[in-house]
């Protein structure tokens, strides 16, 4: 009689008790006494093991408690789904309720003037100077419990709390400055923090100690005082951050009220915050912002360290600067807090953080491409040059959507962790709030806080990168006279980008592909100027007597010497062929930029520059041949039965667009009304561009002002 096959649960065991370091084989090696072992689980807590047979288990199940690995006796039980041990989800609950403590806007009473508005929200959120002093005690309590491992060590506090800037639901952040003689290279000072702090369970409540982080920190939450805080050991340099904030901020009676504002602004439409942009990178948009003339406020960093007498060096950077009020140099500036905070959104509304690094140090931005070579950066930058180049530190990150520089620490991007998308959010928040302060000046700014603190900006939830596609159709590149249809629709493109536009395109050499069925040809290409604004130079030239070609690039130079605003839209311009059957697509995706001005861009591409390339290839076409009865010179050019000179129809991604070119080309800013725009859904999967389809992708975009836009 065969015996039954055994369950797969009698033959496994869970073990718990080891070390955090051990690992499978390590098990593997201890159990295999029992039997053929394998590990089917492990983690930090506990590991499950599967024997060849259930009384090899069992064996090992008998032994429990007097197993031994590196010093540990293991606990081995039977095995069951539902005995499975799981880690249980933390729960802070006196931090959840410290965070449910913020003032919700339409809480606050927002009627008065704006002065009277400022001081009621400054009241409602802002932390109370005896509310800051009650902290002295946390420090305390923190210093005392942790001086039994490091007699001698000082609490240094730091943070929003220390510069003025604190608000009721902020953190308190401290270092501990451990005696040289007590410091060592690779102590874990967190954990070891960690276990201390457990031993006064009626001081200190929800210890979490995070030791593989850029900073390892402790956090715990401070009963007496209901403050939650950040404890780091690493390096001083968040406290000398915090004294230059305080110092900066302190200057002029207006600052610290307005820096408020921002930093509530931000936290109410969850701008700031872990893993977003952090108080810290937002105070440092705040200096910046009041270094600029003509606000010229504050004085660069740079000023402030100017006396080699107050260099402070700590880990190679200098943390000193001139802290005197009275010989810092004199400003001008009277606005109002109202003004200096509308100027504060209209600045970043316009902010070119795409090239820009936000530089605190120099007072003025620089440019992103400098730092890929250091002979190229400002000799002020020196101290940066020098301990890259002697190892000292990595380079800073400047390539992320947003960059600012700590003024200290001259490496570290304190906006690194914010993502395109957010980086994206953020400048439609700066310039629905600037928007918001032009309509509201006039006002005297009375109605500001409801509209910048409780209404929104609508952000598209397309994607960032966007990308605009128009079809050629194949029965216009069956009519080009030359075999070789694919050059000259190259060398038609070319003209319109780069005769008509002045946009250069610069090929991108890829490994040749003959074996596909489609060809790509890719170009990258750079927008500086608004070209598609044609409109009131298009009525000037039409009166003069030049022909097409010369109307619209003399259009393009006019844009180009009288605009001047500068937009660096990098996109990448992507042909792609297909031989059998003959069609052709022109595609521009967006690589950097402003997503919004790359969709009006995208538009100008798909009505007008389209309509000038069908223009421009006519006297590639066969001609078509004159129909019995008709005499004149006059010959027109065949591109099919189905469309004639004046009526074109272009095939875009998402889109049927018909319209008059010559109508197009000349009233450019009539483009979007002289053109029947309507939306087509399809298939979600790619379309051949073959025959007459004139919709190649849905776009499933429902926002009306990015129909156009492609999804990547």
């Known amino acids: 009689m065969d015996t039954l096959p055994q369950p797969a649960e009698c033959r496994k065991v869970i073990v718990t008790g080891y070390p955090s370091y051990t690992q499978p084989q390590d098990l593997t090696k201890i159990f295999s006494s029992y039997g053929t072992v394998k590990v089917v689980k492990i983690n930090n807590k506990f590991a499950v093991l599967e024997f060849k047979d259930a009384d090899e288990a069992k064996c090992a199940i008998e032994d429990s408690n007097q197993i031994i690995i590196y010093g540990e006796f293991l ?8 005995s499975e041990p799981t880690t249980p989800k933390r729960q802070f609950t006196h931090s959840k309720n410290k965070v449910s403590k913020i003032v919700e806007p339409r809480a606050l009473e927002l009627s008065g003037d704006f002065h009277q508005q400022l001081a009621g929200l400054l009241g409602a959120v802002r932390l109370a100077q005896d509310e800051v002093a009650a902290l002295a005690q946390l420090y305390h309590d923190l210093e005392q419990a942790l ?4 007699p001698g060590c000082v609490a240094m506090p730091f943070g929003s709390i220390t510069t003025g800037l604190g608000i009721k639901t902020s953190d308190a952040d401290c270092f501990i400055n451990v005696p040289p003689n007590l410091r060592h290279p690779n102590a874990n000072y967190v954990i070891k923090a960690k276990r201390i702090l457990h031993q006064y369970p009626h001081i200190f409540a929800e210890i979490l100690a995070i030791p593989r982080a850029n900073t390892p920190i402790v956090k715990f939450f401070h009963i007496p005082t209901e403050t939650n805080c950040d404890v780091t050991f690493k390096t001083p340099l968040g406290s000398q951050n915090s004294k230059l904030i305080a110092f900066l901020l302190h200057a002029d009676p207006r600052l610290v009220p307005m820096a408020v504002v921002v930093k509530y602004w931000a936290r109410v439409h969850g701008l700031s915050g872990t893993g977003k942009l952090t108080n810290y990178a937002l105070t440092m948009l705040i200096i910046f912002y009041l270094q600029q003339p003509p606000v010229s406020i504050l004085p660069s960093v740079e000023w402030l360290q100017r006396d080699a ?20 140099p004199e400003s001008t500036n009277t606005s109002s807090i109202s003004e200096l905070l509308g100027g504060f959104f209209q600045y970043y509304s316009t902010f070119n953080f795409n090239d820009l690094v936000v530089c605190p140090f120099l007072g003025s931005p620089i440019k992103k491409d400098l730092f890929k070579d250091l002979s190229l950066l400002p000799k002020e930058l020196g101290r940066y040059v020098s301990n890259i180049r002697d190892r000292l530190t990595s380079p800073m990150r400047f390539t992320t959507a947003m960059c600012v520089q700590d003024p200290f620490e001259l490496c570290h991007n304190v906006a690194s962790p914010v993502t395109s998308r957010l980086a994206f959010e953020i ?18 700014c009375k109605g500001l806080f409801q509209m910048i603190l409780i209404q929104k900006p609508k952000i598209s939830n397309g994607k960032l990168h966007p990308e605009f596609r128009v079809v050629i159709y194949p029965h216009i590149i069956q009519n080009i006279i ?3 249809w694919k050059s000259v629709i190259t060398e038609v493109l070319k003209k319109v980008f780069e005769q008509i536009c002045k946009i250069k395109l610069v090929r991108i050499e890829e490994k040749a592909n003959n074996s596909g069925k489609k060809q790509k040809e890719k170009y990258l290409a750079v927008v500086d100027k ?50 059998e059957p003959k069609n052709a697509a022109a595609c521009i995706k967006l690589i950097e930029g402003d997503p919004v001005v790359f969709r009006e861009f995208g ?24 129909k019995p009865g008709v005499t004149g010179p006059k010959v027109v050019n065949s591109v099919d039965d189905k469309s004639t000179e004046s009526d074109v129809i272009i095939s875009v991604e998402g889109l049927n667009i018909t319209g008059d070119i010559n109508s197009v080309t000349d009233k450019k800013a ?8 309507s939306m087509s859904q399809t298939d979600n999967s790619e379309k051949s561009l073959a025959g007459d389809s004139k919709v190649v992708e849905n776009t499933n975009d429902t926002n009306k002002d990015n129909v156009e836009c492609v999804t990547p």
Do not use: C
């Open 530 to 579: 608004p070209i598609w604004k044609r409109h009131q130079f298009s009525k000037l030239y039409n009166l003069m007597h030049l022909d097409f070609l010369q109307r619209q690039t003399r259009i393009t130079e006019e844009i180009l010497n009288v605009e001047k605003q500068q937009y660096n839209l990098q996109f990448r311009l992507t042909l792609t062929f297909s031989q």
């Open 309 to 328: 007498d107050n260099d402070i060096i700590v880990d190679h950077w200098n943390t000193g600067f001139m802290h005197h009020h009275d010989r810092l």
């Open 603 to 626: 538009k100008f591409f798909v009505s007008s520059m389209h309509n000038w390339f069908v223009t421009l290839i006519k006297p590639e076409l066969k001609p078509r041949e004159k």
């Open 670 to 677: 009539k483009s979007e009304e002289d053109l029947n725009i």
């Open 482 to 484: 030359n075999p070789d």
């Open 75 to 82: 606990t081995v039980e039977q095995y069951s789904s539902k």
């Open 147 to 150: 001086q039994q491992s490091w």
């Open 427 to 444: 400048k439609e928040f700066f310039r629905f709030a600037a928007a918001a302060y032009d309509k509201e000046k006039l006002n005297n």
